[in-house]
């Protein structure tokens, strides 16, 4: 996207901010899997040295989302810092923070890595902020534990009739 990109060839080997607004469109264009829309403020600051270009990225803003238990939507704040390395090379590579770059290319399109910040900064259990306080039914492994208050002389349990029979034999 052209709006996402930055041109590098004529920036001078000093520091730039470049700020942004993202909306429900950025995200219809990258992707609603994760987020179906939001409203942020992007500040970048790109500082360009002789060898590599170095980008701080300050995301503020809220994630729509909606809770995996009700289904409701809300908003999700987000405030998320990230910084990338951008270096020359020989051919194009990308890793976990640095990206090598040919010398020749003219832009860097920093809209997918801000979607990619955003889409890390949600948590994979999406809960509507009214249902934070309440407690979690699960434990460490994500198997549902369920709690029973009556005691267990009070429980009568249904009995296959041939294991009661064979229970006599004992």
């Given at each position: 996207?052209?709006?996402?990109?930055?041109?590098?060839?004529?920036?001078?080997?000093?520091?730039?901010?470049?700020?942004?607004?993202?909306?429900?469109?950025?995200?219809e264009k990258y992707g609603?899997?994760?987020?179906?829309?939001?409203?942020?403020?992007?500040?970048?600051?790109l500082d360009?040295?002789?060898?590599?270009?170095?980008?701080?990225?300050?995301?503020?803003?809220?994630?729509?989302?909606?809770?995996?238990?009700?289904?409701?939507?809300?908003?999700?704040?987000?405030?998320?810092?990230?910084?990338?390395?951008?270096?020359?090379?020989?051919?194009?590579?990308?890793?976990?923070?640095?990206?090598?770059?040919?010398?020749?290319?003219?832009?860097?399109?920093?809209?997918?890595?801000?979607?990619?910040?955003?889409?890390?900064?949600?948590?994979?259990?999406?809960?509507?902020?009214?249902?934070?306080?309440?407690?979690?039914?699960?434990?460490?492994?994500?198997?549902?534990?369920?709690?029973?208050?009556?005691?267990?002389?009070?429980?009568?349990?249904?009995?296959?009739?041939?294991?009661?029979?064979?229970?006599?034999?004992?």
């Amino acid at each position: 996207m052209k709006e996402f990109s930055i041109n590098i060839i004529g920036l001078s080997k000093k520091a730039h901010i470049f700020d942004f607004k993202l909306a429900d469109s950025f995200f219809e264009k990258y992707g609603k899997e994760v987020i179906s829309g939001g409203d942020f403020d992007v500040r970048i600051v790109l500082d360009k040295r002789e060898t590599f270009i170095e980008i701080d990225f300050k995301i503020s803003g809220k994630a729509h989302l909606v809770c995996d238990r009700s289904l409701e939507p809300f908003n999700f704040p987000i405030e998320e810092t990230r910084k990338i390395v951008f270096k020359y090379g020989d051919e194009a590579k990308v890793s976990d923070e640095i990206v090598i770059i040919t010398h020749d290319q003219d832009s860097i399109d920093i809209g997918q890595f801000v979607y990619e910040f955003v889409a890390l900064a949600i948590p994979i259990k999406k809960i509507h902020p009214k249902f934070q306080d309440e407690p979690d039914n699960e434990d460490e492994q994500g198997v549902q534990i369920i709690y029973s208050t009556s005691d267990d002389n009070e429980v009568k349990e249904n009995i296959d009739p041939r294991w009661e029979k064979l229970k006599k034999l004992k």
